[in-house]
């Protein structure tokens, strides 16, 4: 999906909550380290468009993971599929 079309569907307060946590080009994800009180809002705002992943961020307990459990983590990231 296009973003501009996306992001124009999207309520002016969640387009701003966006906006603060936007990847930098050089990444792969579109927003990162968002903090997790915010999930359920972005989580409705991006399962209308699809084709999206949240990765959950924080604390990990083996160092070779990636990414955390939800109920351990402090932030997420999303990735467009």
């Given at each position: ?13 969640t387009q701003e909550l ?7 080009d050089s990444d792969v994800s579109i927003w ?50």
């Amino acid at each position: 999906m296009d973003q501009f079309i996306y992001f124009a569907t999207v309520s002016k307060d969640t387009q701003e909550l966006l906006a603060r946590y936007e990847s930098p080009d050089s990444d792969v994800s579109i927003w990162k380290w968002i903090p997790m009180e915010y999930l359920d809002r972005v989580r409705k705002a991006i399962d209308s468009a699809g084709r999206f992943r949240v990765v959950y961020r924080g604390p990990r307990f083996h160092r070779w993971r990636a990414s955390t459990n939800k109920k351990d983590a402090v932030a997420f990231t999303v990735y467009e599929l």
